[in-house]
Each structure stands twice: as C-alpha cells, then as structure tokens.
T-cell receptor, first 114, second 116 residues
Framework: GENVEQHPSTLSVQEGDSAVIKCTYS??????FPWYKQELGKGPQLIID?????GEKKDQRIAVTLNKTAKHFSLHITETQPEDSAVYFC?????????????FGKGTKLTVNP | KAGVTQTPRYLIKTRGQQVTLSCSPI?????VSWYQQTPGQGLQFLFE???????NKGNFPGRFSGRQFSNSRSEMNVSTLELGDSALYLC???????????????FGSGTRLTVV
C-alpha cells in the first residue's frame, strides 16, 4: 500500500524566514496531495492541495511543488509568522481528492520564533 | 456555513466497555471518513461512508465499526475497549467525488477518547 515519508519531524525558524517541509510517496498511482495544518486542540485544517496534473500551486505565502517522477512534493512557507507555528501533515490519495482514503505523513512540528 | 461537528469532545471509558462517537458533516457533504490519531502511529484511516454505504475500510480490527444515516450523519463504535484505543478520533467530510470542486476533506475537532 501507499507509504508517505515526511521530513523533518521538527523545524524551528526565525520570524520572516522561509520554511520547507518535504514528503515522498511510494505509490505512483497517487494523484492528489493535500497539506494540513493542525493547531493544538483542533482537527487538521486543509491549507493547500495539488493534483498530479499540476507541478506547482501558490496561495499567498504558501506554495506546494510536486515532482511526479521522483515521487516527492514539498510545502514552502515564506515570510513565516508566529501564527504559522503548528504541526503540518502531508498526505497522498489515489482518487483526486474525492473519496479514497488519505495516507498521511507523520507530521512536522513547525515553531516560528519571534 | 457550519463545519464538521463531532460529539462528544472528550470521553473516558473503562477497558472492556464500548463507545459510540458521532459526526455531523458539512451540509451537502455525502462522504464521511473516520481517522484515528495517536502520537505513535499518526493519522490512520478507519473507514469511509458514502450514501449510507461503507466504501473504504482501513486495517483495523472488527471491534471498530461505523454507520451512516440518510442525513449523512455518521457514528463509529468501538467495542471491548483496550488501553491502546486511547486516541483522538477525527471525522472528515467531503463531497465524495473527485469530479466536483472543492476537493478534499474538512476535518472536525475530534473526540478525545481515554481508556483506563
């Protein structure tokens, strides 16, 4: 079955710096790659997603890149702010985001220091 | 627009008991999925329901079961609770089709289950 590896497990940056989190997946049939942010006491919140027919997607300070050949995708956060501190999860799915189960990475705890 | 609502938020149960958790999806969403989140195993898929039918199932024992009602609300049940079942149980809803935007899942805040 699908396996998603996520690195690093913890990341500490200074406010204003960029943060990059990387994931690799094993199943070449996966075609939907969302990223979730989870704050303490809350459920994961979708922050950006990408489908396999797209190489890059941006939404303000957040961007995701996908390399299907290498089977890896990355989350880039620019101009980080203290409120970006949270646990971030990548995931992969085979159905394009409609119904198939999500396979999650183990998460990255991001700390943005003021 | 109301989000995904899970009740109760917290539960403490004794080993051997059973428990039922409830999830109300976003209005219009027909798919409800359940995930278990633990520090050791992370987020793991339990099952997914669409139009009252279980459409996908993860690798959990038969003690974990679920159902979906005609209004898309879902319940999951865990029987004969074990200490290792202590976890945050998350429900996620979606339209249930990759052909219609928006894609993807919206999660609730979860039910924190503690088994003692």
């Amino acid at each position: 079955g699908e396996n998603v590896e996520q690195h690093p497990s913890t990341l500490s940056v200074q406010e204003g710096d960029s943060a990059v989190i990387k994931c690799t997946y094993s199943d070449s049939a996966s075609n939907y790659f969302p990223w979730y942010k989870q704050e303490l006491g809350k459920g994961p919140q979708l922050i950006i997603d990408i489908r396999s027919n797209v190489g890059e997607k941006k939404d303000q300070r957040i961007a995701v890149t996908l390399n299907k050949t290498a089977k890896h995708f990355s989350l880039h956060i620019t101009e980080t702010q203290p409120e970006d501190s949270a646990v971030y999860f990548c995931a992969a799915s085979k159905d394009g985001g409609g119904s198939e189960k999500l396979v999650f990475g183990k998460g990255t705890k991001l700390t943005v220091n003021p | 627009k109301a989000g995904v609502t899970q009740t109760p938020r917290y539960l403490i149960k004794t080993r051997g008991q059973q428990v039922t958790l409830s999830c109300s999806p976003i209005s219009g969403h027909r798919s409800v999925s359940w995930y278990q989140q633990t520090p050791g195993q992370g987020l793991q898929f339990l099952f997914e329901y669409f139009s009252e039918t279980q459409r996908n199932k993860g690798n959990f024992p038969g003690r974990f079961s679920g159902r979906q009602f005609s209004n898309s609300r879902s319940e999951m049940n865990v029987s004969t609770l074990e200490l290792g079942d202590s976890a945050l149980y998350l429900c996620a809803s979606s339209l249930g089709s990759s052909r219609v935007k928006p894609y993807g899942y919206t999660f609730g805040s979860g039910t924190r289950l503690t088994v003692v």
